[in-house]
């Protein structure tokens, strides 16, 4: 009941009323959109380009001498795939031009900062309006998973790290109230906090669960191994950090609904996400153009891993022209037997700068790591760090570790980066999260190849 209240009227006159914003018309336009064919949405996306890069042209100083030196124009542009004859821009790009990467004629322009899980926290700009499009694209992608606004919601997110003033706190208590959303601080998860986050979680009894990956995943164990059962929601929303497939299992195991997995950003909010279906991850096309990219620049073969790439269609504020996110995914795009016509991203592995490096040439990536916790329960927790090319060291707080079990580890370990690096196992009470609450699982801070070198990896695990 509350639910349709809070969509029909509250929201309205919070959004269209008070604020001015036109979100939910976004909303409406790509509820009806996702059912276009792919043909449509590709017009559609060559549309939107062609605007942005004659718009970016005219009006932002950085980008126009780019493009003037390279003789390219906006009317150049015949068909999606003329794109690559773009530069490629990425975080030093903006942090060295961003003033000049602002449009002339902006009005208004809203400013964010990236949360810094990489080491490198990063401020951009956007205008109003794109701001408008990417929560609309949020709304659409949380609603495929039954979560859209109004529904009981439990959050197991990030709290804030400094003091919030008083008259703040109680206006996100209100926003809390009127969103009916509960969140649970994932900085303070403790056992004992987790134990009365559980007892909090049957009282509110959320109809949607939304977690940051790896605290929901360790709050699933911990109430798995104390054999506590949970109420169970209408369904769970991961973001924020990669999802394995044994994560997946547990919590649903544990929390008895399905999870659907979502792939978004700071500088653009949902990128992607899992429909009903479950067969990858629904990329937000009306709003984003999405490429995969090998490390030369060249569009990645399908069924091969690549760097992400993204231009946001509307941000006309500071534009995000082929940007380099630093992520890697699988490339090709498929098709999804729900019938929308948003193509589906196969999988998305984790950051580039997961990957470590071996004297002999090898690279194992990130994810072969968060797997111990799957073939090792008394590992909690893991970080690895690679602060020199020939030594590994593994962070674990594993309490109950056996030495059995780390010789079983060595040799799974050894297995994949062969013998030319030393893994070191280091035991620690704890490993605190980044500043907003998430797990990086791979601190690399050896010399790697620069972003787009041209460079074949060796056979991975």
């Known amino acids: 009941m509350y639910g349709q209240l809070y969509r029909r009227l509250l929201l309205p006159v919070f959004d269209r009323v008070i604020k001015r914003r036109h979100t939910l018309g976004y909303w409406a336009d790509i509820e009806r959109s996702q059912w276009w064919s792919h043909e449509q949405l590709e017009a559609h996306q060559l549309e939107a380009v062609r ?16 493009w003037q030196q390279r003789g390219l124009n906006s009317s150049h542009l015949q068909s999606l795939a003329d794109l690559t004859a773009w530069p490629l821009i990425d975080r030093s790009t903006i942090r060295e031009h961003r003033q000049r990467m602002r449009s002339t004629v902006a009005t208004q322009l809203l400013t964010k900062a990236t949360g810094g899980s990489s080491g490198e926290p990063l401020e951009f700009d956007f205008n109003s309006d794109s701001n408008d499009r990417r929560t609309a694209q949020m709304f659409r992608g949380y609603s495929w998973a039954g979560g859209a606004p109004g529904t009981k919601q439990l959050f197991i997110w990030g709290g804030a790290l400094t003091t919030v003033p008083r ?48 605290p929901l995943y360790e709050f699933a164990r911990f109430l798995d191994e104390h054999g506590l059962r949970p109420v169970a929601p209408r369904s769970i929303i991961i973001g924020a950090e990669k999802l394995h497939g044994f994560q997946r299992d547990l919590i649903q195991n544990v929390f008895r609904a399905p999870v659907f997995e979502t792939y978004g950003s700071r500088e653009f909010m949902l990128i992607g996400a899992e429909c009903e279906r479950h067969a990858g991850l629904h990329l937000s096309m009306e709003n984003l153009l999405v490429e995969i990219l090998d490390d030369d620049g060249t569009p ?12 946001d269609l509307f941000n006309y504020g500071m534009p995000f022209v082929r ?4 992520d890697r995914a699988i490339a090709g795009f498929d098709v999804c037997s729900c019938g929308r016509g948003l193509p589906l991203l196969k999988q998305v592995t984790g950051r580039r700068l997961d990957s470590l490096t071996t004297p002999d040439g090898r690279t194992i990536p990130g994810e072969f790591f968060p797997h111990l916790l799957k073939d090792f329960p008394a590992i909690r927790r893991i970080q690895v760090v690679q602060r020199d090319p020939a030594v590994i060291t593994l962070k ?31 035991l620690v009470d704890d490993i605190p999260l980044t500043k907003v609450g998430k797990l990086k699982v791979v601190v690399r801070e050896v010399d790697g190849p620069s972003l787009m070198a041209n460079r074949k990896s060796s056979p991975i695990c």
Request: aromatic residues 10%; glycine residues 4%; charged residues 25%.
């Open 396 to 426: 674990l707080v594993a309490p109950s570790l056996t030495n059995d079990d780390r010789l079983l580890m060595l040799d799974a370990i050894h297995a994949c980066t062969g013998f030319a690096v030393t893994i070191e196992l280091d």
């Open 323 to 326: 940007y380099v996110n630093g």
């Open 167 to 214: 008259w703040k706190r109680w206006k996100m208590a209100l926003h809390h109230r009127l969103d009916r959303h509960l969140v649970l601080n994932c900085f303070e998860f403790t056992p004992e906090r987790m134990r009365q986050g559980f007892d909090r979680l049957n009282r509110y009894r959320p109809e949607v669960i939304v977690a940051y990956t790896n």
């Open 51 to 66: 605007n942005l890069l004659a718009q970016t042209a005219r009006n932002c100083p950085y980008y126009r001498e780019e």
């Open 300 to 311: 990645t073969p399908a069924g091969q891993e690549g760097n992400v790439v993204i231009t």
